[in-house]
T-cell receptor, first 112, second 114 residues
Framework: AQSVAQPEDQVNVAEGNPLTVKCTYS??????LFWYVQYPNRGLQFLLK????DNLVKGSYGFEAEFNKSQTSFHLKKPSALVSDSALYFC??????????WGAGTKLIIKP | KAGVTQTPRYLIKTRGQQVTLSCSPI?????VSWYQQTPGQGLQFLFE???????NKGNFPGRFSGRQFSNSRSEMNVSTLELGDSALYLC?????????????FGPGTRLTVL
């Protein structure tokens, strides 16, 4: 079965430190990859997407993600975390029918 | 440009009742998707509408249905509510619903079934 895995339920980072939220996928073909963020009591907000081209994708709020085809990963990164980055982060990938498959989400906690 | 709006934001129903949720997409967006979000199951796709036609459907029972109007507004209906239907229901719109399109989400409707 095609799937998207976010191996960490929660990631804790000190403010100012770099952060990484991991995402790996198992889908057929060449998927399109997305990251979304959800703040409490809010809908999901788009951060960035990889369609083709440069493996490093830059997105909103200083986030970036690196596509690694050999490792089938699309990790989300930010050089310096802010307390306001604390939220729930979702990775998604298109399957062989170009339907989105969502990861379970990773709760990111940035401590002052 | 106004974002995706969903009404109502909160809803409390009892088992056996039915409920209708509404979603107004971003102006110009013709594709509307619905998702169910629960702590245990995460984000699950319900269905997608484009130009008043259901294009894709997730793995949910027939109690879950939807429709889209000519102005792209969409409604979803859940009949014979069960306790397990308690969830945050999210609506997302995109220009054309293609696989590269970015989806823009509304704030959700939190449904509690007692």
């Amino acid at each position: 079965a095609q799937s998207v895995a976010q191996p960490e339920d929660q990631v804790n980072v000190a403010e100012g430190n770099p952060l990484t939220v991991k995402c790996t996928y198992s889908v057929s073909g060449n998927p399109y990859l997305f990251w979304y963020v959800q703040y409490p009591n809010r809908g999901l907000q788009f951060l960035l997407k990889y369609i083709t081209g440069d493996n490093l994708v830059k997105g909103s709020y200083g986030f970036e993600a690196e596509f690694n085809k050999s490792q089938t990963s699309f990790h989300l990164k930010k050089p310096s975390a802010l307390v306001s980055d604390s939220a729930l982060y979702f990775c998604a990938a298109t399957d062989s029918n170009y339907q989105l498959i969502w990861g379970a989400g990773t709760k990111l906690i940035i401590k002052p | 440009k106004a974002g995706v709006t969903q009404t109502p934001r909160y809803l409390i129903k009892t088992r056996g009742q039915q409920v209708t949720l509404s979603c107004s997409p971003i102006s110009g967006h013709r594709s509307v998707s619905w998702y169910q979000q629960t702590p245990g199951q995460g984000l699950q796709f319900l269905f997608e509408y484009f130009s008043e036609t259901q294009r894709n459907k997730g793995n949910f029972p027939g109690r879950f249905s939807g429709r889209q109007f000519s102005n792209s507004r969409s409604e979803m209906n859940v009949s014979t509510l069960e306790l397990g239907d308690s969830a945050l229901y999210l609506c997302a719109s995109s220009l054309s619903g293609t696989s590269t399109d970015t989806q823009y989400f509304g704030p959700g409707t939190r449904l509690t079934v007692l």
